[in-house]
């Protein structure tokens, strides 16, 4: 008798603190909206819990991926947005520009050239989460040369300016004919080549209209070129032409028309005799050939010389004439990053630059995003820009307007492109469509953490109504409990009898 009531106790106690437990995790599952507070509470669950946690995980550092990619993306986007226009506002001024130099020797358009100059180096210097962009794998240092750097070097290292006047030094040569010599004789007259070096025109073919004179070359070593009157003389009308071509891969023309009057610009006086009219046609040869090299050879000479200059790495220096002296240089001799600038100082990829730098924005999908300064789209625009910058003229040389249009012309055509070149709107294309990648991956990832944010809630989660409900119920328990224990822990035997 005197165990029953005791026993009888302990088991109201034991419903007590049960359902006290009970109530303090509906109160939980209340607050947090939590199945349990672990993954063990799950029961069978757990494992599915725990694959879409991890999921969510992967997920959400690929958004992080992309956002920070999406900065560095945009950041060169707009960069390379720029470079475009700047290459076509310096093609539109270059065709549109008139020879009227300044002060400086240069005109309105090409003192706008050595602003762009500066734009298009800032550019290429450009940074993004505290990293230069156009440097391949080099991050941490600007790319670029500054624009002064790169035009008139610094102490002992040549720029630009001083590598065009060595080149048309060599290119013009002593007699300034372009390193041809003329050779007239009683019946002919030969041209040729002063030696075989890289310097100069180089003869493509002679002709004429003459009836019955013989042209022929070049040929030989150095090659050189013969016209043949023998012994017939030239009418009023017929022509001589002398095909030549040029340090920068184009070609001229100097063409003599035969006279029997006073002879102007580009004719040749028909003399008493077949000898009178060789030496006659030898200085009327002389002349243009003269006119030519302080024209068009020496635009091209600048033109070869920029692109020996950009065309240059630390692995690969600029080829540079073989002097003092260069006017009667015959060799290209590589140049060092001691004596040259080397307007580049990022690196250089084998293959396909934007795979210096690869963000992983989702499972087998990468998007490349590196760029190299010294690519063929902003080396040929910045060489061009940098030697129409370079280059001085003045009013007083009777050579310098037509030099002047050779120049520009050649700096307009070629921001155009050549056909098959990689140009800045390539990879702008190629940018955007990396910026094309992030988006669509990052609306995939928003999509796929919607799902499963809903199918971790459906295992984790609970219906809190119900809970609520629950609770209620406990509460109601445990307070009629509380009522029948202290009734029963207040009965004694006396009350009984």
């Known amino acids: 008798m005197a165990l029953g009531p005791l026993n ?42 725990l694959a879409l946690s991890d999921r969510t995980s992967e997920v959400s550092a690929y958004k992080a991926t992309i956002a920070l990619t999406s900065i560095r993306l945009q950041a060169a986007d ?42 298009i180096v800032a550019l ?9 962009l156009f440097g391949g794998t080099e991050l941490d240092a600007p790319p670029v040369e500054t624009s002064d750097v790169i035009l008139n070097g610094d102490g002992a290292r040549a720029g630009v300016i001083q590598m065009i006047a060595e080149r048309k030094a060599a290119d013009l040569g002593t007699t300034e004919l372009g390193r041809l010599t003329t050779t007239p004789s009683a019946t002919d007259l030969t041209v040729a080549e002063d030696g075989s070096h890289p310097f100069g025109f180089k003869i493509n073919s002679i002709a004429s209209t003459i009836t019955g004179a013989t042209a022929s070359g070049p040929a030989g070593a150095p090659p050189s070129a013969t016209l043949t009157l023998g012994v017939n003389q030239p009418i009023s009308g017929d022509t001589v032409q002398l095909d030549l071509a040029l340090p920068d891969g184009s070609k001229t023309s100097v063409v003599l028309t035969a006279t029997a009057g006073a002879p102007g610009e580009g004719e040749f006086q028909i003399g008493a005799t077949v000898a009178d009219t060789i030496t006659n046609l030898n200085a009327a040869l002389q002349a243009e050939m003269q006119r030519a090299a302080n024209t068009e050879l020496e635009a091209a000479s600048a033109i070869a010389a920029s692109e020996a200059f950009f065309n240059a790495t630390e692995a690969a220096p600029p ?33 396909n630059p934007r795979l210096t730098a690869e ?19 902003f080396r040929w625009m910045i060489q061009h820009v940098a030697v129409f910058a370079a280059e001085t003229f003045s009013v007083s040389d009777t050579h310098d307007r037509e030099r002047y249009d050779a120049l520009k012309t050649r700096v307009g055509v070629a921001l155009d492109y050549p056909a098959g070149m990689q ?12 910026l094309s990648v992030l988006h669509k991956a990052d609306q995939r990832h928003d999509d796929e953490l919607a799902i499963v944010e809903e199918l971790r809630a459906d295992i984790r989660g609970v219906d809190t109504n119900q809970v ?11 307070e009629a409990s509380y009522e029948v224990t202290a009734i029963v822990s207040q009965m004694r035997l006396t009350n009984y009898l």
């Open 359 to 377: 963000a992983q924005v989702d499972d087998g999908l990468k998007v490349g995003y590196g760029l190299e300064a010294n690519e063929d789209a």
């Open 319 to 351: 080829q540079r004439v073989d002097g003092p002296p260069f006017d009667t240089a015959t060799a290209l001799v590589a140049g060092t990053p001691a004596n040259s600038v080397i307007w580049y100082q990022g690196t250089t990829s084998l293959g």
């Open 8 to 49: 009888q106790t302990t088991g109201y106690t034991r419903v007590l603190v049960d359902l006290r437990s009970q109530m303090l995790e509906l109160q939980r599952q209340l607050g947090t909206g939590e199945r349990a507070e672990t993954y063990g509470g799950l029961g069978s669950m757990r494992f599915t819990s």
């Open 78 to 119: 707009q960069a390379l947005g720029r470079l475009a226009e700047v290459a076509s506002e310096v093609k539109s001024e270059a065709f549109s520009s008139e020879f009227q130099p300044e002060g400086s020797g240069r005109t309105i358009e090409q003192n706008a050239a050595m602003l762009r100059l500066d734009e």
């Open 468 to 478: 609520a409900a629950e609770l209620l119920t406990i509460q109601t328990r445990l």
């Open 423 to 434: 140009t800045v709107n390539h990879v702008l294309a190629e940018i955007g469509f990396g």
């Open 124 to 132: 290429l210097n450009s940074r993004a989460d505290d990293r230069y």
